[in-house]
C-alpha cells in the first residue's frame, strides 16, 4: 500500500495568514494526489484533485502544488471558515489511501 | 448537482453484517463514474473500503476484501454496501461518495455512525 504522511498533524494560525501543509508519499504517485477539508461533524469536501485542479466552487486561495512523492496544499489568506482538518489522498492505485489529517486551528 | 443520501441501521451486532444503502439523485448511476465506500474511525482515519461501476466491476481493499460487497441497482438509482462478520473494529462512520474527476471522492453523502456491539 502506498502510505502518506502529512506535516504538520496541526497548527495554529490567525486569520489572513498564509498556510501550508505538505503530504509526502511512500512512492510516486505521479500526480494522482487529492485535498480535502473535513469541519466537525461534517463529510469531507474536495478541494483539488489531480495535485494543483480546483474545484468547481471551491474559492482560489486554495492551491496546490508538487509531483512524485512531496505535494503541498497552500491556504493564501487563512479566512474564519477554513479553521479545519485537511486531508491529502492518493488515486494512483489501490488501495487508495488518505493522509493521516492535518488539523488547522485558530492562535 | 448530485446529492448522495444513506440510509441504515446505526447498531449492528458482532459477527452479523452491516448493510447500508446510499440513494443518488441528480445523477445516474449508469454514468462512467464509480461509486464508493469510505470510513472514519478515530483509530484509523480515512479509509477507503471499495468501489463499484454500474457494469458489476468491483475494486476493495484488500484489508477488507474478504468480508465486502459493493453492488450497483440502476433501476433504484442506488448503491449498497454489506460487510460480514463485523467487530468492534468495524465501528466508524460509513460515507458513500462518487468519484470524480482525477479519481477523487468528488461527492460525498451525510455519513453514518454505524457502532458494532451486542
Known amino acids: 500500500d502506498i502510505q502518506l504522511t502529512q506535516s504538520p498533524s496541526s497548527l495554529s494560525a490567525s486569520v489572513g495568514d498564509r498556510v501550508t501543509i505538505t503530504c509526502r508519499a511512500s512512492q510516486s504517485i505521479a500526480t494522482y494526489l487529492n485535498w480535502y477539508q473535513q469541519r466537525p461533524g461534517r463529510a469531507p469536501n474536495l478541494l483539488i484533485y489531480?495535485?494543483?485542479s480546483l474545484q468547481s466552487g471551491v474559492p482560489s486561495r486554495f492551491s496546490g502544488s508538487g509531483s512524485e512523492t512531496e505535494f503541498t496544499l497552500t491556504i493564501s489568506s487563512l479566512q474564519p471558515e477554513d479553521f479545519a482538518t485537511y486531508y491529502c489522498q492518493q488515486s494512483y492505485t489501490t488501495p487508495l489511501t488518505f493522509g493521516p489529517g492535518t488539523k488547522v486551528d485558530i492562535k | 448537482q448530485v446529492q448522495l443520501k444513506q440510509s441504515g441501521p446505526g447498531l449492528v451486532k458482532p459477527s452479523e453484517t452491516l448493510s447500508l444503502t446510499c440513494d443518488v439523485s441528480g445523477d445516474s448511476i449508469s454514468s462512467a463514474s464509480y461509486w464508493g465506500w469510505i470510513r472514519q474511525s478515530p483509530g484509523k482515519g480515512l479509509e477507503w473500503i471499495g468501489s463499484v461501476h454500474h457494469s458489476g466491476t468491483t475494486y476493495y481493499n484488500p484489508s477488507l476484501k474478504s468480508r465486502v460487497t459493493t453492488l450497483a441497482d440502476t433501476s433504484k438509482n442506488q448503491f449498497f454496501l454489506r460487510l460480514s462478520s463485523v467487530t468492534a473494529a468495524d465501528t466508524a462512520i460509513y460515507y458513500c461518495?462518487?468519484?470524480?474527476?482525477?479519481?477523487?471522492?468528488?461527492?460525498w453523502g451525510q455519513g453514518i455512525l454505524v457502532t458494532v456491539s451486542s
Open positions: 489531480a495535485v494543483s
Open positions: 461518495a462518487r468519484f470524480g474527476r482525477g479519481n477523487s471522492f468528488g461527492s
